[in-house]
């Protein structure tokens, strides 16, 4: 009589370590992307019509991915919802992002260059008043040409922020602490009143962002929207007086 055959046991799968692994690799992308911002586009050789056609398939997956993880959040959008508004289908989508994560994470990315780019620009040597209507108008423009950057973004802040914690804590503290010394260097020249510099940025970013974030709610109020040019040019020269107004030296 034959001795029975052993069972091979397969250990657990260990789930915690890996996922820790995958978000700190997400969160190290998105650092670089980051750091990155505001450099300018690469220089590129021309392209056939095959490669173009993988370009606008791309840009079509990232703009459909952006408006259903933005109306939906991570945990919410399914692979299938975003292959079938990029109008392809999943498995084409799948050949260029291997995940729902791999692609919440390309998106992010490239939001990120949208998100850094306007208050990186601005430096000592500028006007003030100049440069903070500049920045004004830029975040509007984002908020009405993209909203849904905006709106995402504001989703994972929500939810902790577990990609872009190295972010906040990174680039954008970086880019912020530099733009904190010029508008410091801006008080102390007599260019502005005393205004706090970070408060300053913050009631920026809230002012123009709400037009992203709180759509709806404007157009049931005023019956307009930024996509309207007089109510764009309404409102960016409402918030430049208001912002100005407060941070003229008197």
Request: no cysteine; aromatic share 6%; net charge positive.
């Amino acid at each position: 009589m034959t001795a029975p055959v052993a069972k091979t046991v397969k250990p657990p799968r260990k789930t915690g370590p890996r996922a820790v692994a995958k978000d700190a690799s997400g969160a190290r992308k998105l650092v670089k992307a980051a750091q990155s911002a505001g450099d300018g586009a690469p220089s590129e050789t021309p392209k056939g019509p095959r490669a173009k056609a993988g370009e606008a398939r791309k840009a079509a997956i990232l703009k459909a991915a952006l408006a259903v993880f933005a109306r939906q959040g991570l945990d919410g959008a399914s692979v299938e919802a975003i292959a079938q508004a990029a109008g392809i289908s999943k498995a084409n989508l799948l050949y260029y992002h291997p995940s729902k994560d791999a692609l919440y994470l390309a998106v992010l990315e490239q939001g990120l260059a949208l998100w850094l780019a306007p208050l990186s620009r601005f430096t000592e040597a500028d006007d003030p008043a100049e440069a903070i209507a500049a920045l004004i108008g830029a975040k509007l423009v984002l908020s009405r040409d993209h909203p849904e950057v905006s709106r995402l973004f504001a989703l994972e802040m929500l939810r902790g922020a577990p990609l872009l914690k190295p972010v906040l804590a990174g680039p954008l503290k970086a880019v912020f602490d530099a733009k904190v010394a010029v508008i410091q260097a801006w008080v102390a020249a007599g260019k502005l009143s005393r205004v706090d510099p970070p408060h300053l940025i913050f009631a920026i970013w809230a002012l123009t962002q709400h037009y992203a974030d709180f759509a709806v709610q404007v157009r049931a109020l005023s019956g307009k929207t930024l996509s309207d040019k007089a109510f764009m040019d309404e409102t960016q020269a409402a918030i430049t007086a208001l912002v100005l107004d407060g941070a003229r030296r008197r």
